[in-house]
């Protein structure tokens, strides 16, 4: 299998504004390819919980947001990054595979005004994590991989990946955002 690997600071792309995908264009298989490109490379990841198109060098406004982020806010702990062994049959049902939510083109249509502090990391700014203050809940209307339109409200963790996303596709990065750097181990984005 071919793993892209990750867009890493200091790259430009991820400080550049992503571009509009067209409704034409979604359901292309240049696009397609890039949509299941990312999912590969987001579930390659030791801890990622999203991914979007411009850290894989493509500055296309796309992201992808991990089931995972939900199982967290349960207050699950992650399983994905529990290694098995391929022979191993019994290990391997136990394995989760996350749904990767697609959004295309988002416009942020609420956003709160009380704001949450929590870590964040991203996959891009490998060994950073930092403190950052956002929006507790958040609605976005985005077009799915099949280039239908769907409009999803979120809070806590969730609308954190997202806005974390979201950013991506403006060129800012978390470290922008942070009021406060840290040292240890979260999941990313
Ligand atoms: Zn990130």
Redesign the pocket.
Known sequence: MSIVSIVQLPTKVLREKAREVSAKEITSPRIQELISRMKKTLAASENGVGL?AP?IGESLQIFLVSEEAEEIDKGRPPTVTEASPPQDPETKLQKRTWRYDVFINPKIKKISRKKNEFPEG???VVGKFGIVPRPEKITVEAYDENGKKFVRSATKFVARVIQ?ELD?LQGV??IDKATQMLASEHN??
Do not use: E
Request: with cysteine; aromatic share 10%.
């Open positions: 979007a850290q991203c996959l891009s974390h991506h990065l978390f990313t984005s």
